[in-house]
Every structure is written in C-alpha cells, then in structure tokens.
C-alpha cells in the first residue's frame, strides 16, 4: 500500500526485454531488500535484486506491460518512486494501491501563475469512476480531480508537486498510468451486483434498490 507522496525521482538505469516480461533496474541510491514493494511511477514493483544503496532490480509481467507505460522506458528516463508505507506512519495523500486502471495522455498544460492546471484524457474504462474533488493517482502521485470533461479531467498541481515529481517533465502527448481511487471502485462494484447489472449502473436501477 502507498500513498501517492513521491519520496523520490530517480533514473532508469537499464530496461531489457525477456521472455513474456521485462527487467527493470532504477537507480535508487538508497538501500533496498529483497521482496519489498516500491512504486515505480505509480507501479508497484517487488524488488528482486539490486546493490546495495544504489541499484534496484524489477521483474515486470507481460500484464503489467499491458496496462501500464512502464514498456516505454528506456535507460536515462526518470520514474517516481514510493517505498511501500509503514503501518506506524502518518498517512498522507489517499490510498494508493499501485494497481493501474488505464493508461491516459497528457492533453493540455496550463501555467497559472506559480501553479499549474494538467488535463488528462480518460479512457472509458474509467470514466464511470471519476468524481469532481475525489483522489486519482496520476504515474503514482496523489491527486485531487478539479474537473471532469467529456472523455477527460482536470487537476491543480502546486509548485511543489511539480518540481519534485516527474512532473515537470511531461509534453502533451505523453502517456501516464492512472489509479482510480480504490473506494470508488469498491462502491461502484458492490451497487452493480446489488443492482443486478455488469453493463453499468443506471438511475432507474438505483431506484429500484432504494436509493
């Protein structure tokens, strides 16, 4: 489990193709042990070798190189990274669990000021979970939905947030991996099967079980 604060930006230092996945190792310059998760660029990775205080090693499936955009990277590009929260931390940002939704691309970047306004396109899996002000996890970062359009949504990023993510790096037309917030897939899940329906849910269908 994560948080969407990113610890950290840090450089891929070798992408390498296998047989039905990927061999990922970033350069984390801090110490790592085997087995432990960490979110790499919103993807929660299990460590599985590395040097010590330097190197990370990550085995990616095939299915994750479905769903994300960790295929796409190449030595020299730079990831978010979020060690796995403590159970004795504060928490901040929301739950982050690491499982990618979609895949959507930056559409438009809007300097306002010191601030910044990025518009994302929202694939349509994802379309029925997003929530004006509910949380969204954009390449591993927690973030707060402003506003939603047709096929997109809108959020504010401080100063902060932008110089201290990859963020800063981004051009419209790049991809990013989206988490939806966990909460609202829940919901959305249990009031489908209490609804009786998989195609969606509908207002005469809420009707019916009481809402």
Known sequence: MFTGLIESVCTVSSS???????????????????????????????VTG??????????????????????????GDQVNIERAMQADSRFGGHFVQGHIDAAGKVKKIEKQGDFWRFVFTAPQDIQGLLIPK??????????????????????????????????K??????????????????????LERMAGSEQGLTVEKLKEIGF
Do not use: H, W
Not at 19 to 32: E, F
Not at 54 to 66: D, R
Not at 169 to 190: L, S
């Open 16 to 46: 390498v193709r296998r047989s039905g996945g990927l061999k990922l190792v970033v350069t984390v310059g801090t110490d790592v042990k085997y087995g432990e998760s960490i979110s790499v660029n919103g993807v929660c990775l299990t």
């Open 50 to 75: 590395g040097s010590k205080g330097k190197l990370a090693e990550f085995e990616v499936s095939g299915e994750s190189l479905s769903v994300t955009t960790l295929g796409t990277l190449r030595s």
């Open 134 to 167: 509910g949380s969204i996890a954009i390449d591993g970062v927690s973030l707060t939905i402003t506003d939603i359009g047709k096929g997109d949504f809108g959020v504010a990023i401080i100063p902060a947030t932008f110089e201290n993510t990859i963020f």
């Open 169 to 190: 790096n981004y051009k419209v037309g790049d991809t990013v991996n989206i988490e939806t917030d966990m909460i609202c897939r829940i919901v959305k899940r249990q």
